[in-house]
Nanobody, 123 residues
Framework: VQLQASGGGLVQPGGSLKLSCAASGGSVRRYTMGWFRQAPGKEREFVAAFGWSGNTKYTDPVKGRFTISRDNAKNTVYLQMNSLESEDTAVYYC??????????????????WGQGTLVTVSS
């Protein structure tokens, strides 16, 4: 499976962005799809996941602000990010895994990764 992440950019605090992760060579319905991010000088961290059965999981700092969704027809997973804060500045990566749901917050269980897209939240 090849993943192509896009949609990053520069946005002011309080603004919104929608990231896309387009898959090819395989169906997103067969995987748990995850979004991770890596800020400068920090380790990559879990943001959100969308399970093959439709369940979702979010890290606490983004709950109520970010929404992960899946479009089966477009074979794409999205991350809608609202009320962005400077702390959300990072390179965002999408990944695909077949691991059990209880481990989807771990980046080492993801088999396929997109190239990353930079989100900068600044005034």
């Amino acid at each position: 499976v090849q993943l192509q992440a896009s949609g990053g950019g520069l946005v002011q605090p309080g603004g919104s962005l929608k990231l896309s992760c387009a898959a090819s060579g395989g169906s997103v319905r067969r995987y748990t799809m995850g979004w991770f991010r890596q800020a400068p000088g920090k380790e990559r961290e879990f943001v959100a996941a969308f399970g093959w059965s439709g369940n979702t999981k979010y890290t606490d700092p983004v709950k109520g602000r970010f929404t992960i969704s899946r479009d089966n027809a477009k074979n794409t997973v999205y991350l809608q990010m609202n009320s962005l804060e400077s702390e959300d500045t990072a390179v965002y990566y999408c990944g695909a895994t077949t691991t059990i749901w209880g481990q989807v917050t771990r980046d080492d269980v993801y088999t396929y990764w997109g190239q990353g897209t930079l989100v900068t939240v600044s005034s």
